[in-house]
């Protein structure tokens, strides 16, 4: 089985995980997560790597905010692949909004189910 190396998302360039997560003009859905979140997704800049963006991002923060933003960029990073999945295995594709709405979504869901994050 061919796999189309181009992004599903974009169509514009090479389909890797630092394009898909971190610099897919898709990815706007951290920009639109930004107000959103009070801040606590932060757009990417420039990340040369995956786990240079994670550790940036979660570094010099209290055991609790830790915890609560990486629970917050791994829902926007797992949102983004669930998008490129639905496109390249169903043929169906939502815009940045709707993307967001689902991860506001599933947040809610896993503060009825597990009590946290406190984010709302
Ligand atoms: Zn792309």
Known sequence: ??????????????????HLILQCPYAEVWARGSAWSNGLIQVPDQETGIEEWWNKFLNNLSKNERRLKAVVLMYVAWNLWKERNRRVFEGRSMEPMQVLQEIKAEMILRKLACGSPELF
Not at 6 to 18: G, I, K, N, Y
Request: hydrophobic share 35%; aromatic share 0%; with cysteine.
């Open 1 to 18: 089985m061919q796999c189309n190396p181009v992004c599903s998302l974009c169509s514009q360039a090479q389909e890797t995980a630092l």
